[in-house]
């Protein structure tokens, strides 16, 4: 297996973040544009308007735990550690971003939401618990 594999889980994470900037982009856009607020109101957080205020903070969610995958992407890369099990648990850890990104943005049922989410989070423990076995020699 080519250990770049694990460069295009973490390039899907990255495409997603730019959806979610365009997202919110359009609705800032659509909020002014209506009248709901002014520009200059998003020169602070918090008085973002509540039609764009969910996707400024899964913007946020998106540099949270997304940080330690990065991480292990690239610390697999460079121990050699990329295999089958360690790229399919990052494609779905991504899977679950995805998910976890369209639920939030459309209507943010939160207990769909926080499912979501800790399962990307088990995933990803458990791809960290694979990589500290990878260190040990023991897989």
């Known amino acids: 297996m080519r ?3 694990i460069f295009w889980p973490m390039l899907a994470h990255v495409l997603l973040v ?3 900037y365009l997202v919110m ?19 602070l957080r918090s008085t973002e ?3 764009s205020v ?35 648990l990052m494609w779905l850890f991504i899977v679950t971003r995805y998910v976890h990104a369209w639920v939030h943005l ?12 800790f399962l990307g989070a088990g995933i990803l423990l458990i791809a960290w618990t694979w990589f500290a076995l990878h260190l040990l020699g023991a897989v």
């Not at 982009?25 to 020169?43: D, F, P």
């Not at 913007?59 to 992407?73: A, D, G, R, S, T």
């Open 3 to 5: 250990q770049t594999a």
């Open 18 to 20: 730019y959806i979610v």
């Open 25 to 43: 982009l359009k609705r800032r856009y659509t909020a002014v544009k209506s009248g709901e607020v002014r520009v200059s109101q998003y020169k």
């Open 49 to 51: 308007p509540a039609s």
């Open 54 to 88: 969910t996707v400024a903070n899964n913007l946020i969610n998106q540099f949270e735990l997304p940080v330690l995958f990065h991480v292990l992407c690239l610390a697999l890369f460079v121990t050699n550690g990329v295999n089958y099990l360690t790229l399919a």
């Open 106 to 117: 459309n209507g943010n049922h939160v207990p769909r939401r926080t499912s979501v989410f």
